[in-house]
Structures are given as structure tokens and as C-alpha cells.
């Protein structure tokens, strides 16, 4: 009930704001929107690992550092610019701002329709309730996040417009689903404490070993009542595997991938 009629209002709004961003043919200003096209595969071409699939324990002694992960190249901000963003503002970007927008609400989009919920519900014993759909949206929303925050200013400001379109999806699936004004309000009240504190423990985790990892899923996505330590490892390689396929996701893949659908 929480899932499908909103699906379509979702696509039509989709389509109502690229038509209104899009007055030509410009393939070569949409990378921000190849990126998310790419990067909506993360569940469609991989979908949730087999439990028969055993896979070596992925461990470290030394933690990553940021330095370590793939970064582009810093782009050169002036005084002014910096200025304008110690007061709140967004200064200019590298892309378009509408197209950055459009890419985030696509990259959002996917995560909720291009991913086999009742398949995630299955084989990690979840039940199907809006709750349940939530902290599996929220897991991929942290991985395009986590991809995001490497393309730089444009990048980040594109994750602000993703979280953006999901706490707006996640409102009007509560009032889908007939809860009262009192209710909704203190709902999503806890379910942004549930998120950002799940960003926080799911970056310590990929950042970490295996055991730090599935403790965050534990905590986060299992709601700490995990029975079968099989699950864990099956959600641990998946995270894995995604966010690997996620990271290295270069521009000139996004603008081949964006010429091959388009």
C-alpha cells in the first residue's frame, strides 16, 4: 500500500521537471544526471547475494583515510565563492544547478523503484511495513551518497537534494498510508535521528573490517534483532559489492552509458 501508488506520482513528477530543465539537446552538460543513471544500477544488474555464495572475511589492521579512497581533483574556489559558503549560500558550481537537482531526484528515484524490496524483506526476515521499507531505502541511499561526496562541491551539493527528495517521498507515503498529522510528525522526527546516525555508524563501517560493518547493519538495518549470522554476511557482501562497482564509476563511463540509453 506504501509502495505503489506513490511510484507513479513519483515518475510523473520526474518527467514534468526534466521536461522543464531540458529545452535541447546538450549531452555534454548531463553528466551529473549519466552519473545517476549509472550509478541506479547498483541493485537492478547485482541484486542481493546467494546464501550458498561463501565469500573470505574481508579484515584490516590499518583503517582507510579518506586520502586513501578515490578522489577528483579539487576545484579552485575564489574568495568570494568561499565567502558566500561560509554564510550558507551555494556559490557557483560546475554544473548546472536545475541539472544537479534533476540528477539527485533520478539517483533518489532509483533507489526506490529500481530495487527488489520484497526480495531484501524475504531473505533478511524484515517485515513488510513502511519502517522496514525505510531502512532499506536509507542503506542505498547512504551508498549513492558516498559516491557522491567524491565528485567534489557539485557532488555534495547533489546529496543535499537526494536526502531532500527522500524525506519528501517518506511524507507523502505516511500520509498514503492515512497517519494522522501528531504521528507523522513525531515519526519522521525518529526516523532522522534512525538516518543519521545510521550515515555515521555505515561510514565507520565501510571504512573499517567486516565485524565493524556488520555490527552497523546489525544495529541499523536489523534493528539489532538479527538471529541468523548469515544474513549479516549475506548484507555485508552486498554493501561491499555495490559500493566497490559505485567507486569506480568514472565521468567519461557516466557520458558512454548516457549516450547508450539515451
Not at 554564510?87 to 527488489?116: D, H, S
Not at 513488510?128 to 525505510?134: K, M
Not at 498510508?177 to 543519521?196: N, P
Request: net charge positive; with cysteine.
Amino acid at each position: 500500500m506504501y509502495r505503489r501508488p506513490l511510484q507513479s506520482a513519483f515518475r510523473q513528477l520526474l518527467n514534468a521537471s526534466a521536461s522543464r530543465a531540458v529545452l535541447g539537446k546538450a549531452p555534454e552538460q548531463d553528466v551529473c544526471q549519466s552519473r545517476a543513471l549509472v550509478a541506479c544500477r547498483i541493485t537492478a544488474d547485482a541484486g542481493v547475494p546467494n546464501h550458498s555464495q561463501r565469500r573470505a572475511l574481508h579484515s584490516t589492521r590499518e583503517l582507510l583515510t579518506v586520502k586513501e579512497t578515490p578522489q577528483t581533483t579539487d576545484e579552485e574556489v575564489g574568495a568570494f565563492t568561499k565567502l558566500i559558503e561560509a554564510m550558507g549560500f551555494t556559490g557557483p558550481l560546475k554544473y548546472n544547478k536545475w541539472k544537479i537537482k534533476i540528477a539527485a531526484l533520478r539517483m533518489y528515484t532509483c533507489c526506490v523503484e529500481r530495487i527488489n524490496y520484497d526480495e531484501f524483506f524475504e531473505k533478511c526476515s524484515l517485515p513488510d511495513t513502511l519502517n522496514s521499507w525505510f531502512l532499506v531505502a536509507q542503506l542505498h541511499v547512504w551508498m549513492c551518497l558516498v559516491r557522491m561526496r567524491q565528485e567534489g562541491r557539485a557532488g555534495k551539493y547533489m546529496c543535499r537534494y537526494i536526502v531532500h527528495s527522500m524525506w519528501e517521498d517518506v511524507e507523502q507515503r505516511s500520509k498514503i498510508m492515512g497517519i494522522d498529522a501528531i504521528q507523522r510528525k513525531e515519526s519522521m522526527k525518529v526516523m532522522t535521528e534512525t538516518f543519521y546516525a545510521a550515515l555515521f555508524g555505515y561510514d565507520e563501517g565501510i571504512l573499517s573490517d567486516d565485524c565493524v560493518l556488520a555490527a552497523a547493519v546489525w544495529r541499523n538495518m536489523f534493528n539489532r534483532q538479527c538471529e541468523d549470522p548469515r544474513q549479516l554476511e549475506l548484507m555485508v557482501e552486498y554493501v561491499r559489492k555495490q559500493l566497490d562497482f559505485l567507486t569506480h564509476i568514472n565521468t567519461s563511463e557516466c557520458c558512454t552509458s548516457l549516450r547508450s540509453t539515451g
